[in-house]
């Protein structure tokens, strides 16, 4: 599943900004003959492996292919960049192959009979290096907006929920929810727009989230080891020296100086087409 046609067990691979043009993933299932695991009750033709692609921010997903265990099941399930295009380009885009279930059947105890359970599944992450995956995107109509006291035609507000300094399971957590107005998340679906402001707003939300979580990590000398707070300062010291006080302090007084080392970070003037 990488671009030099190696083969990797990972899953969860960071990607460089400048080779999501050249991403091209492929899968390999392992999927051993049925007659040796299914039980009784259960014909390969009432399984199937599927594939679906998801893109959290934008809220795509999409069905990329799917067999039925008594069909002849590829070797390789390759992503083409048309379906790639529709999940962002590869930009913090998520994959999951599961077995399923291929239709409802009769409830019985310690048997799956509801249409789509899955019995196994593996989920493989891309992330870009630039803009890692902090938090979640829910959207609000005029009305939502009005109903909690916020102007109908907000464009976006960020809760934070905690957690940005501890250690998460491969670095995945979500530590914020971002609600975006309806029909501003509806534009942002369209891949050329989407992909010049995807930048900005994620600066936008990332200099939000360090303001708002700043009593949490303020008075901390060093960051948690595989916190999401040790991978958003590691890719802002790729633009220069940056220490955690040096953060705090811009987080705290210095905002300003806060987004644009974001901004930059994220490429957003590059990304404006």
Not at 215 to 234: H, I, N, R, Y
């Amino acid at each position: 599943m990488t671009n030099n046609g190696d083969v990797s067990q990972e899953t969860s691979f960071e990607i460089d900004d400048g080779d999501l043009s050249k991403l091209s993933p492929v899968l390999f299932p392992a999927v051993i003959n049925p007659q040796v695991w299914l039980s009784d009750d259960l014909k390969a033709s009432d399984l199937e492996l599927v594939l679906v692609g998801r893109h959290p921010l934008l809220k795509r997903s999409k069905v990329i292919c799917r067999y039925t265990l008594d069909q002849p099941i590829p070797e390789e399930l390759e992503i083409v960049s048309d379906t790639l295009a529709q999940l962002g380009g590869g930009r913090n885009t998520q994959f999951t192959l599961s077995l399923v279930l291929a239709a409802d059947r009769e409830a019985k105890p310690g048997s799956p009979f509801v249409l789509g359970h899955w019995l196994a599944k593996k989920t493989f992450n891309l992330r870009s290096r630039s803009n890692p995956v902090l938090f979640d995107i829910r959207t609000r109509t005029d009305a939502e907006w009005a109903a909690i006291g916020y102007p109908e035609k907000t464009f976006y507000s960020v809760e934070y929920q905690g957690g940005l300094e501890n250690p998460t399971e491969d670095g995945a957590g979500s530590v914020a929810i971002v609600y975006v107005h309806a029909d501003a998340h509806t534009k942002l679906i369209d891949t050329k727009l989407g992909d010049s402001l995807q930048p900005f707003l994620a600066s936008e939300i990332l200099a939000t989230i360090l303001q708002q979580s700043l009593p949490d990590w303020e008075k901390q000398t060093e960051v948690a080891k595989g916190s999401p707070l040790e991978t958003l300062l590691k890719q802002m010291q790729k633009d220069g020296p940056i220490s955690l006080p040096d953060l705090a302090t811009m987080a705290k007084s210095n905002l300003g100086k806060l987004r644009a080392q974001l901004q930059s970070r994220l490429n957003v003037v590059q990304s404006l087409k």
